[in-house]
C-alpha cells in the first residue's frame, strides 16, 4: 500500500516542529535557566502558537522529558551497547560505576532540566528513563551476585544521582562533580561486597 501524501507530509512538517521547538527551549534554557522557561516563551521563540506547544508536549514538565529524551537514549545506547567499561564486555561493578560517573557527567550539562522534569514524584519515578536506569541497575547486581533486596538497592544507589540532589550537593555545598562521582563509586563498591 502507498502511502498517502498528506499523511506523510504532515508527519514531517510534525517532526519539524517537534525539532523546532526542542532546539528552541534548548537554547531559552542556555539562556535564562529551566525555570524561568515557559509555554508562553517557548510558542513566541519557535514562532509558532501556544496550543502547538500544548498539543505537542502537554505540560511544562511534558517539555522537559521531552528534552530530556534524546540525551537519555544516547546514554542508553552506550550503556546497552557501547564498549567497556559502560557497555557488555566488563565486569557488572564496573559498568555500574562507569554508568553512575556518566549519570553525573549528564547532571552537569543538563541539570537544570533534568530537575525541572523531576518536579512530580510520581512522574519521575515512573517515567521511562528512570526506568531503564532502574532496570540496567538492577541487572547489574544480578549479574554481579549481589545479595539482598536488589529492588530497594537499585533505587537506592540511583537517589545519589538525581539532579536536583546533585545540583543542590555541588552549588550550595561546593561539592565538585570529581568528588561526587568518587562518591558514587565509593558507594556502589560497599553495597555490592
Sequence with gaps: ????????????DAARNRRLLLDAASELV?????????????????GVGKGTVFRRFGSRSGLMQ??????????QQRFLFGP????????PIDRLVA????RLD????????????????????SAPAHMVSYTHVLT????????????????????PLEATLVLHQFRN???SMQRLADGWEDLVRRATR
Excluded: W
Aim: charged fraction near 25%; glycine fraction near 10%.
Design 1 to 12: 500500500m502507498l502511502p498517502i501524501v498528506g499523511e506523510e507530509t504532515e508527519r514531517c
Design 30 to 46: 542556555a539562556t535564562i535557566g529551566a525555570d524561568a522557561v515557559t509555554m508562553d516563551g517557548l510558542a513566541s521563540k519557535a
Design 66 to 75: 521531552a528534552l530530556l529524551d534524546h540525551t537519555e537514549k544516547e546514554l
Design 84 to 91: 567497556p567499561p559502560m557497555g557488555p564486555g566488563a565486569d
Design 99 to 102: 554508568f553512575g560517573r556518566a
Design 106 to 125: 549528564l547532571v552537569e550539562v543538563q541539570g537544570e532540566v533534568m530537575r525541572a522534569a523531576e518536579t512530580s514524584a510520581e512522574l519521575r519515578y
Design 140 to 159: 547489574l547486581l544480578r549479574a554481579a551476585h549481589v545479595t539482598g533486596d536488589l529492588e530497594l538497592l537499585a533505587f537506592g544507589l540511583l537517589i
Design 173 to 175: 555545598l561546593n561539592m
